[in-house]
């Protein structure tokens, strides 16, 4: 059982970045796999970014590579979604989701648990 919280959201400037968090309880946060979504409105959920239980291994979509940073801090319970450099095009709401193993997934079906939801809105 894991329950999460984002925060972090907000306007913002094109070319200029926000940092997203997510904060988990319910077990222990560094036994778990965690992975971020993004939803456009009218659009489908769409993979952003995972990591794995220790934090070693990332993945990121190809629309934010070079520009989007995950992290995990066992210490706080805490995952980051660090995003430089937005475009229009990253406007959504953003999705923090959990899932009770060790490595990552892309697949939306693949997490069990997920938080509320925090609003991005890039503007150009």
């Known amino acids: 059982q894991v329950q999460l919280v984002e925060s972090g959201g907000g306007p913002v400037q094109a070319g200029g970045s926000l940092r997203l968090s997510c904060a988990a309880s319910?077990?222990?946060?560094?036994?778990?796999?965690m992975g971020w979504f993004r939803q456009a409105p009218g659009k489908g959920r769409e993979f952003v970014a995972a990591?794995?239980?220790?934090?070693?291994?990332?993945y990121y979509a190809d629309s934010v590579k070079g520009r989007f940073t995950i992290s995990k801090d066992n210490a706080k319970d805490t995952d980051y979604l660090q995003m430089n450099n937005l475009k229009p095009e990253d406007t959504a709401v953003y999705y923090c989701?959990?899932?009770?193993?060790?490595?990552?997934?892309?697949?939306?079906?693949?997490?069990?648990?997920w938080g509320q939801g925090t609003q991005v809105t890039v503007s150009s």
């Open positions: 990591i794995n239980w220790s934090g070693g291994s990332t």
């Open positions: 319910g077990r222990a946060f560094s036994t778990i796999a």
């Open positions: 989701a959990a899932r009770p193993w060790l490595d990552i997934s892309m697949s939306e079906s693949g997490y069990d648990y």
